[in-house]
């Protein structure tokens, strides 16, 4: 055993590059000494019948609250030594310890052992001048036409239809429906004045498709066939019929597209001058999808040309993070999931892969971050919450709240040390420009 601190010994074993057994021997001064500190504090802390604050004997506090002072100094003991081992040793501890006691007693030394998982020493080289290549891409004049299309669906406005009485497609109606299957209503298969686009995809095609034709305040019955994988498993495979009443049906009336539109809905002086803007504005994104898959192609090949094992805690952890993500958008869409019937462990089992590589290329930049001295300052994580809180609005002094905790602060820490790090990446990378096949011109225009 070797000595680190007076009065403590440790032994720490590897047990493999993600794993060390610590032993740890307490001599009984240091035990008794811990005892003292409990119950002097219990002293001060409890009021016992028959004797003044701070006066009550040993023995009395002991046969009162015996058991639970030897709990509280176990743990004290356990936690204050491998904090010391850690400091000590400069372990990355990621994972609660298992720790196995000895026998534990007020006037005896003290012995135990607990297995640890750390973060694995990453040795990383050749990081920098990585070879990508990225498709030169250009915005073509259809793309600027079909988001000017978009930016003009998004300011037309609905009229009510007065020169026919049936639904088109392209209508907007609202409907009151009740729909049954072998004669019974199911869930979400009624709804009141419920607005639909008729041909819009927004609704089941079939539903859509059945409004067709539909007379104003007439009651109409239709059927719809759902397919065997539809998501909601009462309807997957089976024949549903709606009784359906058309209570308004309105056309959609699209602002024209010129300079009045330009300056209204685009902050530009003129059409031309709203179509450069979207040029722009296209050219940017593009510019940023490309570097976000160039900064992935070179975590790959960093994750390739590395082979190295991670600690099960760490991608556990990952595991987690990324299902309950999974789960708020879900809800926040309010949508319906297609995946309701898969198990807990099944949707483990399929995240797994991506949290074992998000784990993996977080090691490797922590490591490259490490070895070029890229920091992150408190002025720069404070800029970072402000300009968060200010894009969330309302939600604004929440935000703050939130990143006034240290360990907020440090995750967001990290997350801008790792994005710095990839940008740092890229520009020291070799990257080929490749002209796009010729297919892939023809499909963009």
């Known amino acids: 055993m070797e000595v680190v601190q007076i009065p403590m010994k440790i032994d720490v074993e590897p047990i493999s590059p993600v794993q060390r057994k610590v032993r740890v021997e307490l001599p009984a001064d240091t035990v008794n000494e811990e005892f003292v500190r409990a119950y002097e504090s219990l002293s001060q802390r409890t009021k016992i019948k028959g004797f003044r604050p701070g006066k009550a004997p040993h023995s009395v506090l002991k046969r009162l609250y015996g058991d639970e002072v030897r709990g509280q100094v176990l743990q004290r003991l356990v936690e204050r030594s491998l904090g010391e081992v850690m400091r000590e040793r400069g372990l990355q501890v990621v994972s609660r310890p298992e720790v196995e006691a000895n026998d534990f007693e007020e006037g005896k030394a003290f012995t135990f052992s607990a297995l640890l998982q750390v ?7 050749n990081y920098l ?16 036409e079909s988001a000017l299309r978009h930016l003009q669906e998004t300011h037309a406005h609905l009229e009510p239809v ?26 979400g298969g009624k709804g009141e004045n419920y607005y639909v686009e008729v041909g819009g995809g927004n609704a089941f095609p079939q539903f859509e498709e059945a409004l067709i034709g539909l007379k104003k305040n007439g009651e109409h019955t239709i059927s719809v066939a759902y397919p065997e994988d539809y998501f909601n498993r009462e309807l997957a495979g089976k024949a549903a019929v709606f009784s359906v009443t058309v209570r308004e049906i309105k056309r959609k009336i699209l602002p024209p597209l ?36 160039l900064k992935e192609r070179i975590l790959t090949r960093l994750i390739d040309a590395h082979p190295f094992e991670v600690p099960p805690a760490m991608v556990d952890h990952q595991v987690r993070y990324l299902m309950e993500r999974n789960q708020s958008r879900l809800a926040n869409q309010g949508a319906a999931s297609s995946r309701s019937g898969t198990s807990v462990e099944q949707m483990r089992k399929e995240i797994e892969p991506q949290a074992l590589r998000q784990v993996k290329a977080t090691l490797l930049i922590e490591k490259i971050a490490s070895l070029e001295k890229i920091e992150i300052s408190d002025k720069e994580i404070q800029e970072k919450v402000e300009e968060v809180a200010r894009s969330a609005g309302e939600k604004g002094a929440t935000i703050r709240e939130i990143y006034r905790r240290e360990d907020a602060r440090e995750d967001l820490r990290s997350q801008m040390v790792f994005d710095r790090t990839l940008v740092f990446l890229l520009e020291h990378a070799k990257v080929k420009e490749m002209t796009p096949p010729i297919d892939a011109k023809e499909k963009k225009s």
């Open 129 to 144: 001048g990585q070879e990508v290549e990225r498709v030169k891409l250009s915005v073509e004049e259809a793309q600027i």
């Open 258 to 293: 010129d300079d009045e539109f330009a300056k209204d809905h685009g902050e530009c002086a003129s059409l031309e001058e709203l179509k450069q803007k979207i040029r722009v504005r296209l050219e940017n994104e593009v510019q940023a999808i490309q570097e976000s898959s």
């Open 119 to 125: 973060k694995p020493e990453v040795d990383v080289k």
């Open 162 to 187: 007065e020169d026919r009485d049936h639904v088109e497609r392209g209508d907007f109606v609202a409907i009151d429906f009740v729909g049954s299957v072998d004669g019974k209503t199911f869930p």
